[in-house]
């Protein structure tokens, strides 16, 4: 296996909008970062991931880029960046920028000259068509149930419609244009040569449309399927010419530079992941799938452990993953995977354990290393985020109760990782000194930095100790993976081995004890982390229960 820094490395993800206030405008910055850079070197993350920062009218709270060149004001300036760029590295710190190569926003200068004229210059950057029988060239809608939902936007200009797979603010780009290409290779090597140590591609399996954009041939979709639209997020996924083009950009672009590339790959299943992740195809490092992270109310721990199981095998055949169970699209990791309530602590340990033990480079959330929870707004007046918005107006306007249509996307509400990061327990958990662009969790005064720091049973501290097991010992990096009681419907179990290193890793998830053979599996095995005090009953697994077992070569300098 081919060794490599990325492979090695624990990312760390920051939402700058809701990470730390310094200029005390309610939105977090880039100066905010800066500040808490020993915060995350502390904790032991050498790579820090940062969501969008570039210049972009926050329809999509930065997804939505109107120049890729200039950061977001609101963020600061680009000196601030450079600076954050310098202490990080001087930290040993490096800085990943979440690159959306898949659209724009509407007021991004190039679609500005798009619309107006059918032979302007950057007409062919976006996707254009005529309208089909009075109507939108097809029956995709859009994939924030934004308007009546169409994914099409007719422009009174020209009269053709423009293609938005997401809002109608963000125009699809169209990859079959050379001169949008070469812009954007320019673009992306431009921050690579300030110094950026890679990318974090948004929607990247998206970038090419199928040929002829053909109707979806699926039935309407719920609520706007009563207008006709299908949201098919498989239409524009994976489609032919994606691993050409990803290959174009890694010659022109990746290969380049020493980088991590990690894309964001919705429907995307294991059997054509390799596609993407292998190192012979020269693209992208590894991928983000949806298996897990995207479906937690449908998954169950047998599901999981198969999900782990067919992604090792990219592993093996030269290729690499992540491990994450949250993000900034996600709910928190604990409330979903876990129990916010009774076992909120026990629980954040031992997905924590697993993240950072199971094969793949683990990326953790910010907060989700002092265990902070789903928010339970009350009113949709609360809410920010895009999605929640639109499809709550939708459901309403197609007969659904308010109530119903509230309750059905609380929990599943993006908003519930971008309230801001509980530092303490005063005003506003320490975020900023003025009124939060999104509200507090209520919980901030029991839940944050300060408090879990101070308590014997530190979720922060336990996750040091993990991520310090981790860089020491390489078999939790390069070591074969082998599960076992892959029968067993709550325990998650799995040797780790790499040369004369061995690890035996055991999870109970569950609410329950759960009673297993553990002596006869840890022969020449000692106790190496637990998230309880240690039980002279080793074969019962207390609720949310992980024990890490290592042979003599496994190093602890705990």
Known sequence: MTRKWWKEAVVYEIYPKSFRDLN????????????????????????????????????????????????NPDFGTL????????????RGIRVILDMVLNHTSDEHPWFQEARKSKDNPYR????????????????????FYEGRGSAWELDD?????????YSVKMPDLNWNCEKLKADMFDMLKWWLNMGVDGFR???????????????????????????????????????????????????????????????????????????????EQQQINMVFHFEVAKRPDLISVSQFKDVQKRWYGIVEQNGWITQYL?????????????????????????????????????????GEEIGMTNVDFPSIEYYDEKYTVGKYYTMVEAGTEPEEALASLKHISRDNVR???????????????????????????MINVTEDLQSKDSIFKYYQTLIRLRR???????????????????????????????????????????????????????????????????????????????????????
């Open 157 to 165: 200009l020209t009269g053709e419609y423009y293609l938005h797979n």
């Open 472 to 558: 020491e010992n390489e078999v939790l990096v390069y070591g074969n993976y082998s599960p076992v009681l892959e029968e067993h419907e709550k325990i998650v179990a799995y040797y780790r081995e790499y040369q004369n290193q061995k690890l035996f890793v055991v999870a109970n998830w569950s609410e329950l004890n759960a009673v297993i053979d553990i002596d006869n599996r840890i022969t020449d095995f000692t106790s190496c982390l637990c998230n309880y005090a240690e039980s002279e009953d080793r074969n019962t697994l207390k609720p949310y229960e992980v024990r890490i077992y290592c042979n003599e070569n496994v190093k602890l300098n705990m």
């Open 79 to 90: 000196d601030d960046f450079k600076e954050l760029l310098r202490q990080a590295h001087d």
């Open 201 to 279: 591609l948004d929607a990247v399996n998206r970038l090419m449309k199928p040929a002829g954009l053909p109707d979806s041939p699926r039935e309407p979709t719920p609520p706007v399927g009563v207008y006709g639209y299908v949201v098919d997020r498989e239409m524009c996924a994976n489609q032919p010419g994606i691993h050409e083009l990803l290959r174009e950009i890694n010659q022109e672009v990746f290969s380049r530079y020493d980088i991590l590339t990690v894309g964001e790959t919705g429907n995307l299943k294991s059997d054509k992941a390799l596609e993407y992740v292998q190192e």
């Open 124 to 143: 062919d950057y976006y996707i254009w068509r005529p309208g089909r029988d009075g109507k939108e060239p097809n029956n995709w809608g859009n994939y």
């Open 24 to 71: 005390g405008d309610g939105i977090g910055d880039i100066p905010g970062i800066t500040e808490k850079l020993d915060y995350i070197k502390d904790l032991g993350a050498n790579v820090i991931w940062l969501t969008p920062i570039f210049k972009s009218p926050q329809v999509d709270n930065g997804y939505d880029i109107s120049d890729y060149r200039e950061i």
């Open 326 to 366: 949250s993000n900034h699209d996600t709910p928190r990791q604990v409330s979903f995977f876990g129990n916010d309530t009774g076992y909120r602590v026990e629980s954040a340990k031992m997905l924590a354990a697993l993240i950072h033990t199971l094969p793949g480079t683990p990326y953790i959330y910010q």
């Open 419 to 445: 309230t801001p990061m509980q530092w303490d327990g005063s005003d506003n958990a320490g975020f900023s000194q003025s009124t939060p662009w999104l509200n507090v969790n209520p919980n901030y005064r």
